[in-house]
C-alpha cells in the first residue's frame, strides 16, 4: 500500500483514475491476471514451436514477448522515482532484461527476425495488451 500512496503522489493527475482503475487490485486478484498473461505468452509460446516462427504466430509471440520486455523497465522506474525496492525490479533486471537482449540478440544473429520486426511488434503488442488487460482487470476484481 506505500508504494501505492507514494506512486499517486507523483503520477501526473490526469493518470490517477487510470492507475487506480487498473492496478489498484488486491494480491489474489492481480495473481489472476498474472497467471493469465503467463497461460497467454505459454500458449503463444507453444504455438510458435509447433508451427514455426512465421505467419501471424510469429507476430503473436513477438507482440507479447515484446510488452513483456518493455514492462520491465516500469518495474526499475518505479524504483528510481521511489527511491526504494518495488516488487518485479530485482526480476526485471536479473532475468527479463538479460534474457531478453539475449533473447533479441540471437534471433537478429539468426536472421529469424530483422530489427524491423522488433519495432513492428511494439504496436502489436500494445493493442494486444489493449485488447485483453483492461477486461482481464475488471474480471479479476470480481474475486
Do not use: C
Amino acid at each position: 500500500m506505500k508504494n501505492k500512496d507514494d506512486l499517486l503522489k507523483i503520477l501526473p493527475k490526469r493518470a490517477i483514475p487510470f492507475f487506480e482503475k487498473n492496478f489498484a487490485k488486491k494480491t489474489n486478484q492481480f495473481s489472476l491476471v498474472v497467471y493469465f498473461e503467463f497461460i497467454l505468452i505459454s500458449l503463444s509460446t507453444i504455438l510458435v514451436f509447433l508451427n514455426g516462427f512465421h505467419e501471424w504466430y510469429k507476430w503473436l509471440y513477438l507482440g507479447l514477448y515484446t510488452v513483456f520486455f518493455l514492462h520491465s523497465f516500469t518495474h526499475i522506474g518505479q524504483t528510481i522515482l521511489l527511491k526504494r525496492y518495488t516488487p518485479g525490479v530485482i526480476t526485471s533486471i536479473m532475468f527479463i532484461l538479460p534474457y531478453g537482449v539475449l533473447f533479441y540478440y540471437v534471433l537478429l544473429e539468426n536472421s529469424t527476425i530483422m530489427m524491423r520486426d522488433i519495432w513492428i511488434s511494439i504496436p502489436i503488442g500494445l493493442v494486444l495488451f489493449a485488447l485483453f488487460f483492461p477486461p482481464l482487470m475488471k474480471s479479476a476484481s470480481k474475486f
